[in-house]
């Protein structure tokens, strides 16, 4: 009996305090949205089941501990290599012929990072974040979670957790955000607006963009090369013929394992302790203002153009709620929202494309525009 009690006495039931009991909810949320509504489960289940193992008391395994999650937090997230490799995979997913195609959805792109720089200036000059702290937060509006995660482990690593889940937490709730903020911020009559088909794009500008775009914005901005630079590197990959395999390899098993590892070191950052602070409320908060203000960026920028363009060149406002950098997430949303206004009638998918994938380039600048001037 008493060899009984001492085992339970050193077990981790015995550890267990308030603060993990509340994060095993958080926990259970974050795999409840992934398991029965299908929000991001390949996010949102490598970081609730990370949480879930953070929590465990005496087991070692948060990315602050002796375990392997901890080895693999150092080697994977403060060298900063997970989230490139993760970019690499993105720029052998996407296309960017919709943007080489209607190239003035470049600046709904850098428009709808609005965003970022709303909430970084509540963050430092309303509820007093340190500078580097508020930009860490305001990336949070590019709903890009890699940039996220590579701008925080740089900047304010202490909030790490709060932020990448915030931000995965809204890049899955794109399709709940963002149908009522497009419903606000346009007409009818604009929702209707058909574009036409894009222009042709040639096979080699399709082959000198990712060449000319990474060398022009790591030279502009050098601190966002690992970004752009593997983005870039990914999408050639996937442009040239002969490398058919290793775009396979890039945009497929690569990216799957790198995300799931990335996925669960950050669940493993959210400790009760860490996690469970006014701090944290205060992020989920600026997270959904900088969502909110960065799709209402895009949106209209978009209207704005349309006072300066022939009526035959107008752009439908709602693709410039695309310019987050949720790929593909925001064009699909745009496009089921239009359809549905329209029975039908209007489809915007591949219009939305142009401003989605300019997103991307645009949070990753701003996250080296960021670590230019804090670091």
Not at 44 to 52: A, D, N, R, V, Y
Not at 156 to 180: D, E, K, N, R, T
Request: hydrophobic letters at 55%; glycine letters at 10%.
């Amino acid at each position: 009996m008493d060899t009984a009690i001492k085992l339970l006495e050193h077990s981790g039931f015995a550890g267990l305090q308030w603060s993990n009991w509340v994060m095993f909810a958080v926990a259970g949320i974050l795999i409840y949205l992934a398991v029965k509504k299908n929000f991001e489960p390949l996010l949102l289940i490598p970081i609730g089941f990370g949480t879930l193992l953070a929590n465990l008391p005496l087991a070692e395994m948060d990315a602050h501990g002796n375990g392997i999650i901890a080895l693999i937090y150092d080697a994977g997230v403060k060298t900063e290599l997970l989230p490139p490799i993760v970019f690499l995979g993105i720029g052998a997913l996407i296309d960017f012929r919709p943007l080489l195609g209607r190239p003035i959805t470049f600046l709904l792109g850098a428009a709808a990072q609005l965003g970022i720089i709303v909430a970084a200036l509540c963050a430092a000059y309303i509820l007093g974040f340190t500078p580097k702290e508020a930009a860490s937060i305001g990336i949070i509006g590019g709903a890009d979670g890699p940039t996220s995660i590579f701008l925080a482990s740089q900047l304010a690593p202490h909030l790490l957790g709060p932020i990448a889940v915030a931000a995965y937490s809204y890049m899955a709730l794109v399709p709940i955000i963002q149908p009522p903020i497009l419903r606000m911020l346009t007409t009818h009559k604009e929702r209707a607006i058909d574009m036409p088909q894009a222009k042709p794009v040639s096979k080699t500008a399709v082959l000198l963009f990712p060449i000319v775009c990474g060398i022009i914005a790591s030279l502009g901005v050098p601190s966002s090369a690992p970004l752009i630079g593997m983005l870039m590197f990914g999408n050639l990959l996937r442009e040239v013929t002969a490398t058919e395999r290793l775009r396979r390899t890039a945009g497929g098993a690569l990216v799957d394992i790198v995300s799931m590892f990335l996925g669960l070191v950050v669940g493993a950052t959210m400790d009760g302790a860490s996690f469970l602070r006014p701090q944290t409320l205060m992020i989920l908060v600026l997270g959904a203002v900088a969502f909110s203000f960065s799709t209402a960026g895009g949106i209209l920028f978009a209207k704005l153009l349309n006072l300066f363009l022939p009526e035959g060149k107008r752009v439908n406002p709602c693709i410039g709620a695309a310019g987050v950098s949720a790929v593909p997430m925001a064009a699909r949303v745009v496009q089921q929202f239009v359809s549905k206004e329209t029975e039908g009638r209007v489809n915007p998918l591949m219009p939305a494309m142009g401003p989605n994938v300019a997103g991307v380039i645009g949070s990753a600048v701003a996250a080296g525009v960021f670590l230019t001037l804090l670091l």
